[in-house]
């Protein structure tokens, strides 16, 4: 590397840098939290290293993060022994913004225009949080495996946009973050003020923060340990207060938020392990992407091996957030050898009962579980056909909404729809559809309106694929209303009673089956219909319209659902079609109910042009 080189920030990282010296944040103390909790991190990795590399653990030393102040410098030092960083991942890790919810995390923050000290953290940019307080951010750093003292570098920068990277030796691994205050944060330079924001941040972390105090009567510098220094899922949980819990969380997952429940379980016997899980209250912008990590912390022995190790939960979990501490693995596990490891399955049908036990313990409060489904809700529902063994657990903790309900809000669990069921109800009733306002206003649904019985509304593009899999729950089966149901007439008790002009309706049956021919499968008189003239269903084990519409936005073909065409004896629109002795005018009247019908049911029609020309053509001869 040359002496000095210059480089510029990537656009995202100036525009959050640009926030930042502009005081977006008001709570600026938060800075020593973010740079602590990195420090804490590197020295996790240090750890780590130590197991697979004899030569750095002949070097080992105390670990230690260090805090020194200058009031004649006006200056912060912030030092870890910690793994350090090479050119490459500093220009990685504090020339770029890596997370890909930052821009879309910046956009919000401009349209809303505020100032929140909470969003600190939450998108990767903790380190840039000391640009609130300081002019200037020197950073020194020399990797813990670069044995020559000379290869140290030096990221210097004012945050304006560019950023130079020198050459410098550098006598121990690690980092030393160097902070040139702002005349107006001299408060930061006092003792006391450090030593509060630890105790009030970070006094969970298990690595000793120490601070540089002046002895006068001897003239000498010492260091003195300000935090506990004992990793908190390792302390008797009845002696953890609630803040520390949530400051440990906000700790291990730059969260901004406080999380809404958390479950800490030392367990002991053939398996032995530590787990403290939390569930957010708010879900990650890239909670969807394929390419995000999730997972818990994984700690063996006490020993940091990994974050992000997916391999204890399902993905239908990804959400969870935590630390998992077990004694059974070996310290040198892969994250393949992981995969594949009896023990890991084991842990990973553990936790999981611990989790879902922990989310149904979650909905006796229904404040704080309304806020859970609508972070998490669709996430929850994969479960239904990732994890069979703990389908009926899974399905209990579903919320819907209903034609009872009567809002778009999802807060009818299957247990209450049960209860509420009809005396000789047999079956739950349920509606897909692109939207609730679609679903509650088709026409599948005017017999269960008129007779009280409730049926499910689900609009989320994932319940067409839930449902193939949700069949039962609890001995009920569920029931498609827009298939075929040979239980329903007896279920509404409605006994056929056609129009007196049966023999026309009869007529008009066979001229539709005659007229439409192969885009029908059969055409029948329905009892279930009110105020709509026609409906189509499909049978029973045949692929339904919105499975369908799912499969063609995805690009694949598909044949042709051949529909049953009911109609409504009692309409007066199907009466009138009856009467209709003219061949062209009845053929047209027939094409247009069974196109209005398949309006109703898909939403859109293969050529519109020529439904409306049927439709003018009726109108001109009206």
């Avoid at 044995?147 to 030393?176: F, P």
């Avoid at 005349?183 to 330079?189: A, D, P, R, S």
């Avoid at 279920?491 to 009869?506: D, E, F, R, V």
């Avoid at 105020?531 to 339904?544: G, H, N, Q, R, Y």
């Amino acid at each position: 590397m040359n002496k000095q080189e210059q480089h510029s920030f990537q656009s995202e990282t100036k525009q959050l840098l640009h926030l930042m010296i502009n005081s977006l944040y008001s709570n600026k103390e938060i800075f020593i939290r973010e740079l602590i909790s990195n420090a804490s991190d590197a020295i996790d990795k240090m750890k780590f290293k130590f197991l697979s590399n004899e030569n750095l653990k002949k070097q080992h030393r105390n670990m230690y993060i260090r805090i020194s102040l200058d009031k004649k410098k006006n200056t912060i030092v912030i030092s870890d022994n910690g793994i350090g960083m090479t050119k490459q991942e500093i220009i990685k890790n504090l020339g770029t913004i890596a997370n890909s919810g930052t821009k879309s995390f910046l956009q919000s923050l401009e349209k809303e225009n505020k100032k929140n000290s909470q969003l600190i953290g939450k998108f990767g940019v903790g380190f840039y949080s000391s640009f609130m307080v300081s002019e200037k951010v020197i950073v020194k750093t020399r990797h813990a495996e670069e044995s020559n003292e000379k290869n140290g570098i030096m990221w210097e920068s004012d945050g304006k946009g560019k950023y130079t990277l020198t050459s410098i030796k550098k006598k121990e691994y690690g980092t030393d973050i160097e902070l040139y205050l702002k005349k107006k944060e001299t408060i930061f330079l006092e003792n006391w003020k450090i030593c509060n924001i630890i105790k009030k941040y970070s006094d969970h972390i298990s690595i000793p923060i120490e601070i540089q105090e002046y002895d006068e009567k001897n003239k000498i510098f010492s260091w003195k340990q300000i935090n506990k220094a004992q990793a908190l899922w390792t302390v008797d949980k009845s002696t953890i207060t609630d803040d520390q819990y949530i400051n440990f969380y906000k700790h291990i997952t730059q969260d901004i938020n406080d999380p809404i429940i958390w479950s800490h379980n030392k367990i002991e016997g053939t398996q032995e392990y530590t787990i403290l899980i939390y569930i957010p209250s708010k879900s990650n912008l890239n909670i969807w992407n394929r390419d995000q990590k999730n997972g818990l912390k994984l700690y063996i022995k006490k020993i940091y091996i990994m974050d992000d190790a997916d391999q204890f939960l399902p993905n239908y979990l990804r959400f969870i957030k935590g630390i998992l501490d077990t004694n059974d693995l070996p310290l040198n596990i892969s994250r393949e050898i992981l995969q594949e490891n009896n023990i890991t399955n084991q842990l990973k049908k553990s936790i999981t009962k611990r989790t879902l036990k922990l989310i149904k313990q979650l909905t006796k409060n229904e404040k704080k579980y309304k806020i859970f489904w609508k972070e998490f809700g669709l996430i929850l529902k994969e479960g239904i056909a990732e994890d069979i063994q703990n389908q009926e657990q899974i399905a209990e903790l579903l919320r819907f909404t209903s034609i009872q309900s009567n809002c778009i809000e999802q807060n009818l669990s299957l247990n209450q729809y049960i209860t509420n069921m009809s005396q000789n109800q047999k079956k739950i009733y349920f509606l897909t559809s692109d939207s609730y306002a679609t679903a509650y206003t088709s026409p599948h649904l005017e017999i269960f309106k008129k007779k009280n019985i409730d049926v499910l509304l689900l609009s989320d593009r994932i319940d067409e694929w839930m449902m193939n899999y949700l069949t039962e729950f609890k001995g009920k089966k569920f029931q498609s209303i827009n298939k075929i149901d040979d239980d329903l007439n007896q279920i509404i008790n409605i006994k056929p009673q056609i129009n007196q002009k049966s023999k026309k309706m009869n007529e008009l049956l066979i001229k539709i089956q005659q007229v439409l021919k192969d885009k029908i499968k059969t055409v029948q008189f329905s009892y279930r219909l009110i105020d709509t003239p026609a409906i189509l269903l499909v049978e029973k084990d045949t692929m339904s319209t919105q499975m369908s519409k799912l499969f063609m936005a995805a690009g694949q073909n598909i044949p042709n659902i051949k529909y049953i065409l009911e109609i409504n004896p009692n309409h007066k629109l199907i009466q009138k079609i009856a009467d209709i002795k003219n061949d062209e005018t009845i053929n047209i009247w027939i094409n247009i109910l069974f196109e209005e019908a398949l309006l109703s049911e898909r939403g859109s029609l293969d050529n519109p042009n020529d439904f409306i020309k049927k439709i003018n053509t009726i109108l001109l001869n009206s």
